[in-house]
């Protein structure tokens, strides 16, 4: 059993079946066809909003496609120090921009710090030609620590960034866990606090391969740039209606919700284990489906014996991280190997 | 039911099994999977040789990440004037060489005449510092007329190529297909015959986005490199496992062929039913699954009114595909309709 | 004595006086200086018409640039097959632009037939997402066969350009010496006519390294970008005045019209002098300061022997470059060495 | 009289000297002239090396280039957080390297932490398929708060970066300054230390406009590489005679070590005023021909009122750049106006 990443869990059964479902018949390609409309549908419901979607197959490419509307190439784009767009592809937003700059900003638990976004817009002038314009402020939702930005945290950090006219990029590879934490609406997540475009994903909570590119109504006249850049990377599937039905499956009846809530839930049960170990402490709190913890070795090292997998990580904790598919079972098996 | 795209096809229901078998417990992501490992042997024993392989889910993406390893951003790349690189991929292949040119040859058919290449080779020099030195010279095989080269027509290119440094890129879209008409082996049509890279797409003939890049030991020392564009362009699927599967039931039993095989017999046929018709012509040979015909306005009023789809082409023809699941009865209907 | 090239030629002493009296006390720099100020003022006058102007040190430089403001990256660029855009800047223009495509079009002495205009006007789409969008035709002035657009000829081709939406660029790295065979104004010559910008050379035509682009009031609005891209791409000098001062020097008393006007003579003499030869062919007409002739082998040869300097060119001819500072006695040295 | 920059400083009359004996003739264009051949025979010299150079007019350029041939795409490059390429060149490297990161390091007056390095080489791996690996340390110096780094200083960065495959970039738009601070040769302050490209600037120390960029052997292969990226950049200037004899005419007989020790000195007097003043504190050592000073804001207004230019800079504090034209008279008016 695996908590080494939400990427390595199987597919949620009912998104194959809704790929079987829509394998009848000849339907338009590139995104034109029916069910791509319908998904489109059922986010503007979920969002309460009028927005456009374009469906990808990754989290790189839905993140960078949506920064290169955003950023010109010149530009430069403010992200935490450890922020997946800067850590963990490999340069795709440089790629995909064209050549903008990523600032890291710093703050505790993955969190951007405001006074690190402060002093970021204050060293990086707008108007001068010789430095490269801050254009975008990208925040994590979960982070990269796993922790989930409240509606008062995104509002002290998009506030002074809308201010000083930047767009706002939300990388929601994991949104749906940080949207259960929270407890508030998609709508209040997002667009309702200044969110532009929003990278929702779905293949780590459930999904075979299935990512959003979501542009609110304040970047909807980006669209065609999106589209068009769409197609240059290689990035519109001629059979889209096989990633779009399994977006329609994950939306329909709250299954996203659901499978996050479990996700976040198994990591809280988790927790509860290593607390009452003793001996493991925790790098940042636990807010999602991620936990970082600090175990002695020889902990670390009986789970490894147990068959029980997790990564370790560069600050020199253990990332164990839960899914829609973690089961008691697998709970278990991490109490049982933990007792000496 | 629809002659318009093979992109517009459903996909092959073995497929799609496969892919529900593939939804079992955790797997590595990225690539690193077992069915990944296991379609690199079929791919190895059916091209006998040792090769490397990388899977992507569009052709678009598939031609220019095999591009930007074989041709640098000051180089030049030659290819037909009608190349779907060229005309369908907006600039793409420019997008991931990060700036390559591309040089259109000419010749009928879709299939470049040696003639033509040989006057870009003189236009083109090699070691002039002012000018994009030629590094590549792409071939679509079927190409976009729905024409196969030949193993003489490939050698007539691919020699004075090979001898003027370039490196051989085959887009094949529709591969399949050309093999079945060619009744060749895949390694007699690719790297026995000097090809280099092979693009080799499943997408169009049964599967739901699966393609194949595959290096041959020509230029399989660049395959990390080909490795570090694909995770930067996006496309390393973090659940790699399902477009593997789709891969590895597209090749069992050589089900792939068959698809083919299938396809370009209907083509055949629909040929044979549009001769019979007395006012029909071919803008090109019918060799593989798609036909190019001029047919009077009122014939074609006559088709579309009877809900047959297909494309007007640029150069005033009508393009008719067939796939993998055109069946007698849509022949038929094609025949019915034809008939005043 | 040489007639390799304008750009072997030295420059003109006033220029380099220029240089010298600029040479005092601090000023301004990347552009901001006096100097740049009052040459932008002379252009207005010279082209009778408010518009922007930047200062580059080679026309490569200056090409590039121009159409990274006209152009998109997945945009189309129609220029000649033979364009120093396209055959002698390594991709330069590509580079600029992030990937735009150059489509080469044909026609004899080095102008674009319109014939070939509007069967690529027919054959890129402005608007099939799939394709990259033609936004610019680029005409050379003196073009690469040493010949001059006349107005009727301009109009012939930027007419239906227009139509189509797409901005015109001219490579005028021998502006003046196209401009003096016309006998018009120099805004007679460009946004009269329908040119955006202007890529306007002196370097050929006795400057040390000075070259201009000018956007005219149709893109004016761009400049800001211009200015980005200037910076961006190393090309804001930070001594700037020496590139102005250059340029004032260049274009004051009409000195550069007198020189390229030199400059042409000097060719017609030569071409008498190899009429009255009656072996020698010319490739194309006279009517700059280039000429392609060809010649037997022998008399090329003896012209090598007699240490006169001309390049042969690809297509079988040799060119000869007249400049600001052929002599009549180069001339004769010529008419010398002809005779067996 | 102007404390501003040492970019809006004249020129040396003994380059615009040499410009004009350089003015006779017709010479190869492109960097083929024989006062390339001899400059660059003067550098293997003064470096006691066998090099490579090229010439360009803007140190932005100079930094862009030599990076490009140093960092791929998809690399990373180590600098200080405050470097010119960082902050002041509008993402040129960015742009020439065509998208690689450039990772901000940390440390005290412009000189990059030893401890900076080593937690960002932990944070950055080189063999990750996901993340950009580093490849090149960027130095400036001086660097950007005026300081030098001294051997040891040199020897404490680079020697952990080469143990990581780093390569070496220098960028000396006032390395002249630095040498003479260091009292070392060029050889021991470069190459002998690990350095593998020397951007070493003129244009602030006496020059036009002119720019090396330098090659030491451990990447002297990589020079065919650098000329087409030269080209492709619109960086070789036709006629290069005219910025190969401004670099001829500054390094003969030691010239630019001489202006730049005047700048120096020039800048310890101005420093000497400043201390004599009582209420002027110093926010950096005074290293080269910069001083980053803090005064009362009476006092700065004092100074404007009299004419003497500066920069107020981000930091606070007010940047005053000497010149090898800043004169005993220009300091003693400054000693004039500090006077209440």
């Not at 791509?36 to 309460?48: D, H, M, N, P, T």
């Amino acid at each position: 059993m695996s908590f080494l990443s939400d990427t390595t869990a199987p597919a949620h059964p009912s998104l194959i079946e809704a790929i079987a479902r829509a394998n009848t018949d000849f339907a338009p390609s590139y995104g034109a066809d029916a069910i791509s409309a319908r998904v489109k549908a059922q986010l503007c419901e979920i969002f309460e909003t009028d927005l456009e979607v374009l469906f990808v197959i990754s989290g790189t490419a839905s993140n960078a496609l949506a920064l290169s509307i955003l950023a010109d190439p010149d530009g430069a784009i403010f992200c935490h120090d450890e922020a997946h767009i800067h850590r963990d592809e490999r340069g795709a937003p440089e790629f995909f921009t064209q050549g903008a700059k990523l600032i890291p900003l710093h703050g505790e638990h993955g969190r951007i710090d405001p006074k690190s976004l402060e002093a970021a817009l204050a060293q990086w002038p707008r108007d001068f030609l010789h430095a490269a314009p801050p254009q975008v402020l990208s925040l994590s939702q979960l982070n990269e620590a796993g922790c989930a930005y409240s509606r008062d945290q995104l509002d002290a950090l998009i506030a002074p960034a809308k201010a000083a006219g930047l767009k706002i990029h939300m990388d929601g590879a994991r949104f749906a866990n940080a949207l259960v934490t929270n407890g508030l609406s998609p709508a209040e997540l997002t667009w309702k606090v200044g969110v532009d475009s929003l990278c929702m994903g779905a293949t780590k909570n459930g999904a075979l391969g299935a990512e959003a590119i979501i542009l609110f109504p304040s970047v909807k006249d980006r669209f065609a740039r999106l589209q068009a850049r769409q197609k240059r990377a290689g990035h519109m599937a001629p059979k889209m209606r096989f990633i779009a039905a399994q977006y329609e499956a994950w939306l329909k009846d709250d299954l996203w919700l659901d499978l996050a809530r479990h996700a976040n839930a198994k990591a809280l049960d988790l927790k509860a284990i290593f607390e009452s170990q003793g001996e493991i402490g925790f790098a940042h709190p636990v807010e999602g489906n991620e936990l970082f913890v600090h175990m002695p070795a020889p902990i670390a090292e009986r789970l490894r014996q147990a068959g029980i997998g997790f990564y370790g990580w560069p600050d020199g904790s253990a990332r164990f991280v839960t899914s829609w598919c973690t089961s008691d079972a697998d709970i278990e098996r991490v109490n049982a190997a933990l007792k000496p």
